[in-house]
């Protein structure tokens, strides 16, 4: 049968989930576009997605490791044999009376994924890479306005006006795009006049189309944006209406007296911007109709709370919340449960959340998940038995990853794995794969049906939307939600009742008064269009305890943390004479952090198409005291590893630090062992070592370290 037509469907070569148009030839994907209903963009890693779908490396059949963990061998077993293997294991450790010691690393498509439905109904809780990019700043958001940021992009860059000032401070939107039509419209912004300005110890793509590009200390935004508050509250340009009517009563007297000595000067060294550029910013700023500032990569720092402190309340002394072109405060329309919904774990029960030697302390802690990064932890604590993952690759994108990869393969006296059980879920081989016991094959995107519901969506086209199959899947591959809701159905049916995924779906829509069919019927896409500016003014208040802004921080009093500090991240603070160097790690357009989807993609990860390698970058001046010239090999140390990479000089680097492009590592597969890389987490420390000089309150990541470089 000859069928050439356009499906609707959504793209998975990142987390962005755009909506996009599927040309299926004869059974077979033939081209992608982007999905007009919702935009119509789609990104280089996308138009990528067809190789992933047809790779002669697809995970086709659920694989039984042989031989220790590490070493990557594998035999052939069926479905049903997995799904014993499983079914057993938790039904052992359910008798022991220890299924909070079950976690199941996974990013989440929406709150009620069923995979993570599962993980509640059996006592166990979910673990993810996501509080490494957001819990700082959305913990600053509803600890300052009560509410949650967009997810991946802060502002709405089509509602920027003329004149309007849009700030990326580390933030790379034309190549981590998160949705593809972001670049385009931060580009038409631009064209109707606002202003875009890049604050990057990097000259990235953005820098060549900004209007100003300030090349900051990494780690100094926090002391930056509190050098452009104090100029701004002791010079009487902020927005003094807007902070009358909304701020919490107090606040801002206070917040004059923890102001007063944080001037451009003071700020200047920390930041290594000149008093007089934060100056000229802060002016701009006042006099600009709108200001929204982005900011990813500077916020997994270990001074990451403060920085977003610092940030909320630069938002709110600007008047810039909830207005065109500034930080929007998106609601939130709720998916229908499905009844019985399974009680959620209390984390701070759980033997899990945060271990080590400062546990008792960090009950300050606030993000609702677990990072994956405590897994290596708890496995040796013996709080951590039974390990399922998917959709990340913790062997390679956890700081300190050989710690993490060490952990897997702990034993006891008798010689048994300390982790008991480690599934892996995956469509291409990965790094995180060589450590499991069970791998079981994925479906693609073009393969599966899935519900994905993130409200804070940038698109509002799309705060729903569907994934629905356009091929027949490759091999045996499954996808991990149906797994999930069989295994479900075998050991907590009650909570299991419903017919199958599909039925699942269709009764959360009804929630938003919308049905899989009509979902379908609509293009895939689905949107409240609740996009609306000012939703504060309408409902009276804002949704935090007091109903107004809340710029001191006092649920953290006890620890002296009601405002924040300008310093450094802990990380670049110590050892600066032995290791002079800080280590810049950025995100290529090409590549989807550690992943296989990307370093396994013969089109992406490739010298002509993509990129195959990630040479340290530094700059010609750091270079000439090294005596190095571009190409040579050289040796990269930091506190806990040493490495040798070549190095390419460029300017575009700010001096004192090495660039290095994040993702790199993997060995699994034939394309991604390819090429002269090094993996960025083999230099960074594990986490869990220096958990006593770590933020209490919850800045998780730590993807930050000091590097020495010799020839
Ligand atoms: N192509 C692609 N897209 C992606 C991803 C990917 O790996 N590849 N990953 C996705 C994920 S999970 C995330 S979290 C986002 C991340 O998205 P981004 O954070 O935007 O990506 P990065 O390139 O890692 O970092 C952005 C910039 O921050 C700069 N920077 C580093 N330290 C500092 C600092 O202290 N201050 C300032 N002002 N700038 C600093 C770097 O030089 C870099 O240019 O991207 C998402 N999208
Ligand atoms: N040094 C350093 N470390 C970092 C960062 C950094 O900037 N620097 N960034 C941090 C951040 S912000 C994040 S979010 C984490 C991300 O870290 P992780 O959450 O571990 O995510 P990825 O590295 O993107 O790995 C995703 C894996 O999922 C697989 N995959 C893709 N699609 C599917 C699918 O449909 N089904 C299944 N089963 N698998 C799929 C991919 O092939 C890939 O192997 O890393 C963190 N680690
Ligand atoms: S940003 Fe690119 S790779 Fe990510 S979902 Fe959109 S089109 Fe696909
Ligand atoms: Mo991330």
């Given amino acids: 049968m000859h069928e050439d037509k356009w499906i609707p469907t959504i793209c998975y070569q990142c987390k962005a989930e755009c909506a996009i148009l599927a040309r ?3 059974g077979v994907v033939k081209e992608v576009k982007g999905n007009p209903l919702a935009k119509g963009k789609m990104c280089v890693k996308g138009m990528a997605g067809i190789t992933t779908l047809y790779s002669g490396e697809r995970l086709k059949y659920p694989l039984k490791r042989i031989g220790e963990r590490g070493e990557g061998k594998f035999e052939r077993i069926s479905w049903d044999e997995a799904m014993d293997i499983m079914e057993k294991k ?7 009376g220890e299924m909070h010691k079950f976690t199941y690393s996974m990013f989440p498509h929406s709150s009620t994924d069923p995979k993570w439905r599962f ?3 059996m006592g166990g809780f979910i673990t993810t890479g996501l509080p490494h990019c957001d819990s700082a700043k959305i913990m600053a958001h509803l600890h300052t306005f009560g509410c949650f940021p967009n997810h991946h992009i802060a502002p709405i860059y089509y509602s920027v006006p003329k004149g309007g000032i849009m700030i990326l401070a580390g933030r790379h939107p034309f190549g981590c795009l998160d949705d593809a039509s972001v670049a385009r419209d931060i580009l038409n912004a631009k064209e109707r006049g606002a202003k875009l300005i890049v604050i990057d110890p990097i000259f990235r793509s953005e820098a060549a189309k900004a209007d100003w590009w300030i090349p900051i200390k990494p780690g100094g935004d926090a002391a930056f944006f ?3 508050c104090n100029y701004l509250l002791t010079n009487d340009l902020y927005d003094k209406n807007f902070c009358d009517k909304w701020v919490r009563e107090g ?15 003071a700020m200047s060294p920390i930041c290594e911007v000149p008093a007089q550029d934060i100056i000229k910013l802060a002016k701009m700023c006042a006099q600009a109709p709108s200001v929204c500032v982005d900011a990813f990569k500077s916020i997994m720092y270990g001074n990451a709370m403060d920085w977003g402190h610092a940030w909320s309340i630069f938002l709110v002394i600007t008047g810039n919340l909830d207005n065109p072109g500034g930080q929007p405060l998106p609601e939130i329309a709720p998916m229908a449960p499905v009844e019985p919904v399974p009680p959620a774990p209390s984390l701070h029960e759980l033997g899990y959340h ?4 400062n546990r008792d302390k960090f009950d300050y802690y606030t993000f609702i998940l677990e990072p994956t990064w405590y897994a290596a932890q708890a496995v040796k604590e013996g709080t951590l038995k039974v390990f399922f993952a998917s959709e990340c690759n913790p062997a390679l994108s956890e700081m300190g990853s ?11 006296k008798q010689g048994n794995y300390l982790l008991e059980l480690f599934v892996v879920t995956e469509i291409l081989p990965s790094e995180t794969m060589k450590w499991a016991d069970l791998v079981l094959p994925d479906q693609t995107n073009f393969e599966r049906w899935e519900l994905l519901y993130m409200p804070w969506w940038y698109t509002y086209a799309h705060t729903a939307a569907i994934c629905q199959p356009v091929v027949e899947p490759i091999g045996e591959s499954r996808h991990a939600n149906k797994v999930m809701i069989e295994l479900g159905k075998r050991l907590v049916p009650e909570y299991f009742a419903f017919k199958d995924d599909l039925e699942y779906y269709d009764t959360e829509l009804a929630g938003v008064g919308m049905s899989l069919q009509k979902m379908l019927d609509n293009g895939c896409v689905w949107s409240p269009r609740t996009a609306g500016f000012y939703k504060y003014e309408s409902a009276g208040k804002f949704n935090t305890p007091s109903g107004k802004v809340e710029l001191e921080w006092r649920m953290y009093k006890d620890l002296g943390q009601e405002w924040p500090s300008p310093e450094l991240p802990v990380e670049f603070k110590r050892g600066e004479q032995e290791y002079p160097f800080i280590l810049v790690n950025f995100r290529s357009t090409f590549l989807n952090n550690t992943g296989a989807w990307s370093h396994n993609n013969a089109q992406l990860r490739d010298p002509i198409s993509g990129r195959d390698r990630n040479p340290l970058v530094l700059n010609p001046l750091d270079a000439k ?3 190095l010239v571009d190409g040579d090999l050289v040796t990269v140390t930091s506190k806990t590893a040493q490495v040798r990479i070549p190095v390419c000089l460029s300017e575009k680097i700010k001096p004192g630090c090495a660039g290095l492009i994040h993702g790199f590592g993997q060995t699994m597969g034939k394309i991604a062992s390819l090429g002269n890389w090094i993996g960025d987490n083999e230099l960074i420390a594990d986490a869990g070592s220096h958990l006593d000089e770590q933020d209490l309150r919850g800045g998780e990541a730590h993807v930050a370290t000091r590097v020495k470089v010799s020839k």
């Fill in 625 to 627: 005291k090294l005596d």
């Fill in 251 to 265: 606040d801002m007297d206070k917040l004059m007296e923890f102001i007063k000595d944080k001037t451009p000067e």
């Fill in 402 to 412: 050989s710690v993490w990869r060490e952990a897997m393969t702990l034993k006891d």
């Fill in 90 to 96: 938790l039904r052992e450790l359910r008798d022991r």
């Fill in 24 to 26: 299926v030839e004869n």
């Fill in 354 to 357: 945060r271990t080590g030697p």
């Fill in 119 to 121: 993980v509640n109904a």
């Fill in 226 to 228: 509190l050098g452009m």
